[in-house]
T-cell receptor, first 117, second 115 residues
Framework: AQKITQTQPGMFVQEKEAVTLDCTYDTSDPSYGLFWYKQPSSGEMIFLIY??????QNATEGRYSLNFQKARKSANLVISASQLGDSAMYFCAMREGGYSSASKIIFGSGTRLSIRP | DAGITQSPRHKVTETGTPVTLRCHQT?????MYWYRQDPGHGLRLIHY???????DKGEVSDGYSVSRSKTEDFLLTLESATSSQTSVYFC??????????????FGNGTRLTVT
């Protein structure tokens, strides 16, 4: 069965340090995708980065990178040089199936990241 | 922002009453989703739709039904609201142009309180 696990309910990090948010997943489908979203205190959901199961390289988007370890079924988000504005809830999500699938997407329970000045 | 409107934004209702939440999109996207967000549980998928009149259950579908009679509208109905359904409900849409990396775009949420 499709499952996403985020084991860190909350984290505190000093400004300008790098931070890694953990995400593990479980699926029997060889074709899947992993997403990370940010939810600031204002409540909107902001898409950050995507990794496909067949992608050869780890995804990067600016200060965000995804440490994708397929054999370990982990897709950790790395934020380099953290900023005060990075304080938010972060959610990992997974889409099972390829182009012909119905595109069911489930989320983890989230990690609340707090950046200290 | 993707054209997604959720209504109402806030609602207080009594236990046992029916409630319908509406999600309206102007993007002509094929996929639409309803999630609920609760502290400690993240976002949990209630129902989703992959086309007009094509819907499927998510992780927490008990007590909820959905309908999609038009591409642009996805309705979530609580047949008989219970206090456990007090939550923030998010609608999301997803493009279907064949890109696997197409992300979800979310509405602003509906805060529902069942007393």
């Amino acid at each position: 069965a499709q499952k996403i696990t985020q084991t860190q309910p909350g984290m505190f990090v000093q400004e300008k340090e790098a931070v890694t948010l953990d995400c593990t997943y479980d699926t029997s489908d060889p074709s899947y995708g992993l997403f990370w979203y940010k939810q600031p205190s204002s409540g909107e959901m902001i898409f950050l980065i995507y990794q496909g199961s067949y992608d050869q390289q780890n995804a990067t988007e600016g200060r965000y990178s995804l440490n994708f370890q397929k054999a370990r079924k982990s897709a950790n988000l790395v934020i380099s040089a953290s900023q005060l504005g990075d304080s938010a809830m972060y959610f990992c999500a997974m889409r099972e199936g390829g182009y012909s699938s119905a595109s069911k997407i489930i989320f983890g329970s989230g990690t609340r990241l707090s950046i200290r000045p | 922002d993707a054209g997604i409107t959720q209504s109402p934004r806030h609602k207080v209702t009594e236990t046992g009453t029916p409630v319908t939440l509406r999600c309206h999109q102007t993007e002509n996207h094929r996929y639409m989703y309803w999630y609920r967000q609760d502290p400690g549980h993240g976002l949990r998928l209630i129902h989703y739709s992959y086309g007009v009149k094509d819907t499927d259950k998510g992780e927490v579908s008990d007590g909820y039904s959905v309908s999609r009679s038009k591409t642009e509208d996805f309705l979530l109905t609580l047949e008989s609201a219970t206090s456990s359904q007090t939550s923030v409900y998010f609608c999301a849409i997803k493009n279907s142009t064949g890109k696997l990396n197409s992300p979800l775009h979310f509405g602003n949420g509906t805060r529902l309180t069942v007393t």
